[in-house]
Structure formats: structure tokens, C-alpha cells
């Protein structure tokens, strides 16, 4: 199965931007559908961005629409979040997932099999 690594992650002040990768194993463009996923400390782990296996959909999370872009480098395998004017609250880990599965829509987390082990970012006043 593939397996997901996840880079990019550090300190940031707020207002700031930063840029996560995730590189996959083998080949993601038109296997998988691929997303971004946060837990910050005492909260559930929620979906920031996902984007389907072709390329064609792609999901924001309310909080982060017009902040954050999700994107792929198929001759990489690589999937990219780039995250800009990031706030305070936005300190946690951050997980990058894939899924071959149809069976949720593309913000789902149950319906992701394959995680990296995640990357910290905090987010500094």
C-alpha cells in the first residue's frame, strides 16, 4: 500500500505562511483521492483540504477557503497544502491521507485508509 510522508511543518507567526508537502510512495494522480487533516490539542481531528483522485474536485474547509490551496505534482507524486495567513488557533498537527475507496466524499476521514504520520505546525503571536 502507499505509504504518505509528510514535510513543511514548523514554527510560524501568525499572519505567515508555510508551505506542507506530502509525498507518496507510488503513484497518486487518478489512484487516490488525497487530504490534509488537522488535530490540535484537545480537539477532533477535522479536514482541511482534499483534492479527488482525478484532479477535478477539491474541498476547503470553511475556516481555511481562500486562505489555503491543495495541489498536486503528479511527476512527483507529491501533494501540496500551502497555507497562508495562518492564525493563532491554527496550531496543530497536521496529517496528510489517501484513500482508493469511493465510498465518502473527499472530507471524510473514515473513508481514508493510508496517513503519514504527521507534521507539528504552531502558529506564534
Known amino acids: 500500500h502507499v505509504q504518505l510522508v509528510e514535510s513543511g511543518g514548523g514554527l510560524v507567526q501568525a499572519g505567515g505562511s508555510l508551505k506542507l508537502s506530502c509525498a507518496a510512495s507510488?503513484?497518486?494522480?487518478?489512484?487516490?483521492?488525497m487530504g490534509w487533516f488537522r488535530q490540535a490539542p484537545g480537539k477532533e481531528r477535522e479536514a482541511v483540504a482534499a483534492?479527488?483522485?482525478?484532479?477535478?474536485?477539491?474541498y476547503y474547509a470553511d475556516s481555511v477557503a481562500g486562505r489555503f490551496t491543495i495541489s498536486r505534482e503528479n511527476a512527483k507524486n507529491t501533494v501540496y497544502l500551502q497555507r497562508n495567513s495562518l492564525k493563532l488557533g491554527e496550531t496543530a498537527f497536521y496529517y496528510c491521507a489517501g484513500t482508493r475507496r469511493y465510498s465518502y466524499t473527499i472530507d471524510e476521514s473514515r473513508g481514508y485508509d493510508y496517513w503519514g504520520q504527521g507534521t507539528q505546525v504552531t502558529v506564534s503571536s
Open positions: 507510488e503513484r497518486t494522480s487518478g489512484v487516490y483521492d
Open positions: 483534492v479527488s483522485r482525478s484532479g477535478d474536485t477539491t
